[in-house]
């Protein structure tokens, strides 16, 4: 589509660390520890690290191909069954040996291609990681303040049911209410206390998963100091699809492997044609090493092989890459589905979130002025 359906089509350019948005200097450093010291992003790391290697191993394949050559040798022989007669041979050599392949059809430079495309992909992998980690480790810090404010909420409810129970059971004493009232606000007291262990567990269980996502052990990890909820800006204006698709890593790294696996194809298809190889040798050769120096030979030589028989591997090979292709191109395709129902979902999500707080904040006001009114009441003894 043109747009997103929540959308005006506004182009925008968000920036990637939006945690910095939050304002909070305790959660940028944690942020900054996990993208340091997480062990998935360490192990990502040492995928782009192998995939470079890869990458310049197969580029290794478009240059000539050198090697040094030294040999020594020495002989001896008997002529007579007597033995009294004996040859001596020694032979010295030092020389180069190099190869070449003319790339007639493009084998060589596919192979090439489909490396460097595998590697942008494992870039984009690492990418996509990086966000993952820096949103579990906002979404685990927030999840820790908020259990640390629902715990003082608790602790307050819970003083004011003792407050009430007190009352209760003083309007008992004086026969003005019954011994229902008193076990009905014991209940209340007992159940604001059964929460408070399981909001406690919740933020000890938090704090784990945080110490983990940062490379540490639980233990390791300090206590989160009492924080608020970082107030939440105005909703971001989301672009048009091809822009927020082109900036997901994940979409990207799709693409990749689909462009990898198209030259895999190609070079599949040039492997089952006549290739040119080119080799050539040169060096020194003497009897003696002090005349290693006087001799020289030079060798140039050029090859041409085709396959004729190979039990139908190489057509096998073809089949298999044109499957892979396919394969690819509809993980793509998955992908750009997966990215366009995730925004969706989170500008749906953003606005109806939005509107259910908008509605709560009414609905606190409106309690609000009935407390109000009910301490009026209650101070002129209705």
Same mark, same amino acid.
């Given at each position: 589509?043109?747009?997103? #359906?929540?959308?005006?089509?506004?182009? #925008?350019?968000?920036?990637?660390?939006?945690?910095?948005?939050?304002?909070?200097?305790?959660?940028?450093?944690?942020?900054?520890?996990? =993208?340091?010291?997480?062990?998935?992003?360490? !192990?990502?790391?040492?995928?782009?690290?192998?995939?470079?290697?890869?990458?310049?191993?197969?580029?290794?394949?478009?240059?000539?191909?050198?090697?040094?050559?030294?040999?020594?040798?020495?002989?001896? #022989? /008997?002529?007579?069954?007597?033995?009294?007669?004996?040859?001596?041979v020694q032979r010295y050599s030092l020389g180069l040996v190099a190869s070449y392949e003319l790339d007639l059809w493009g084998r060589v430079r596919a192979g090439k291609r489909s490396?460097?495309?595998?590697?942008? !992909?494992?870039?984009?992998?690492?990418?996509?990681?990086?966000?993952?980690?820096?949103?579990?480790?906002?979404?685990?810090?927030? /999840?820790?303040?908020?259990?640390?404010?629902?715990?003082?909420?608790?602790?307050?409810?819970?003083?004011?049911?003792?407050?009430?129970?007190?009352?209760?059971?003083?309007?008992?004493?004086?026969?003005?209410? #019954?011994?229902?009232?008193?076990?009905?606000?014991?209940?209340?007291?007992? $159940?604001?206390?059964?929460?408070?262990?399981?909001?406690? =567990?919740?933020?000890?269980?938090?704090? *784990?998963?945080?110490?983990?996502?940062?490379?540490?052990?639980?233990?390791?990890?300090?206590?989160?100091?009492?924080?608020?909820?970082?107030?939440?800006?105005?909703?971001?204006?989301?672009?048009?699809?091809?822009?927020?698709?082109?900036?997901?890593?994940d979409i990207r790294a799709a693409l990749s492997r689909l462009q990898a696996a198209d030259q895999n194809l190609l070079v599949a298809k040039a492997d089952r044609l006549p290739a040119?190889?080119?080799?050539?040798?040169?060096?020194?050769?003497?009897?003696?090493?002090?005349?290693?120096?006087? *001799?020289?030979? =030079? *060798?140039?030589?050029?090859?041409?092989?085709?396959?004729?028989?190979?039990?139908?591997? $190489?057509?096998?090979?073809?089949?298999?890459?044109?499957?892979?292709?396919?394969?690819?191109?509809?993980?793509?395709?998955?992908?750009?589905? *997966?990215?366009?129902?995730?925004?969706?979902?989170?500008?749906?999500?953003?606005?109806?979130?939005?509107?259910?707080?908008?509605?709560?904040?009414?609905?606190?006001? !409106?309690?609000?002025?009935?407390?109000?009114?009910?301490?009026?009441?209650?101070?002129?003894? =209705?």
């Amino acid at each position: 589509p043109a747009t997103y #359906s929540l959308s005006e089509g506004l182009t #925008s350019n968000p920036q990637q660390q939006w945690w910095h948005e939050f304002s909070n200097s305790q959660l940028d450093s944690l942020v900054d520890k996990a =993208l340091a010291q997480n062990l998935s992003l360490r !192990a990502h790391w040492a995928r782009l690290e192998r995939a470079s290697a890869t990458s310049r191993k197969a580029g290794s394949t478009l240059l000539p191909e050198i090697a040094g050559d030294g040999t020594a040798s020495y002989t001896k #022989s /008997g002529s007579d069954e007597d033995g009294t007669s004996s040859t001596e041979v020694q032979r010295y050599s030092l020389g180069l040996v190099a190869s070449y392949e003319l790339d007639l059809w493009g084998r060589v430079r596919a192979g090439k291609r489909s490396a460097d495309y595998v590697l942008l !992909a494992t870039r984009e992998d690492l990418n996509a990681a990086a966000m993952t980690v820096a949103a579990e480790v906002s979404r685990r810090w927030i /999840g820790i303040v908020a259990s640390q404010e629902e715990k003082q909420l608790l602790l307050k409810q819970l003083d004011t049911n003792k407050t009430y129970l007190e009352l209760t059971e003083l309007r008992f004493r004086k026969s003005l209410a #019954s011994a229902v009232d008193v076990l009905q606000q014991q209940q209340l007291v007992e $159940r604001i206390q059964s929460q408070i262990p399981l909001v406690e =567990l919740r933020a000890q269980l938090l704090h *784990n998963e945080l110490a983990v996502l940062t490379g540490q052990m639980p233990q390791q990890l300090e206590n989160i100091a009492k924080q608020t909820l970082p107030t939440l800006e105005s909703q971001p204006v989301p672009g048009v699809p091809v822009q927020l698709l082109q900036n997901r890593p994940d979409i990207r790294a799709a693409l990749s492997r689909l462009q990898a696996a198209d030259q895999n194809l190609l070079v599949a298809k040039a492997d089952r044609l006549p290739a040119i190889r080119l080799t050539g040798s040169g060096g020194y050769n003497g009897a003696k090493i002090d005349q290693i120096f006087d *001799n020289w030979l =030079l *060798n140039l030589a050029g090859s041409l092989t085709a396959p004729l028989l190979d039990g139908g591997r $190489r057509k096998a090979e073809v089949d298999s890459a044109t499957a892979t292709v396919q394969e690819q191109l509809s993980l793509y395709h998955q992908a750009v589905l *997966n990215g366009v129902m995730e925004v969706e979902g989170a500008l749906v999500r953003e606005e109806k979130t939005r509107e259910h707080i908008l509605r709560a904040k009414q609905q606190l006001t !409106a309690a609000q002025v009935t407390l109000q009114e009910a301490r009026a009441r209650y101070m002129n003894g =209705l």
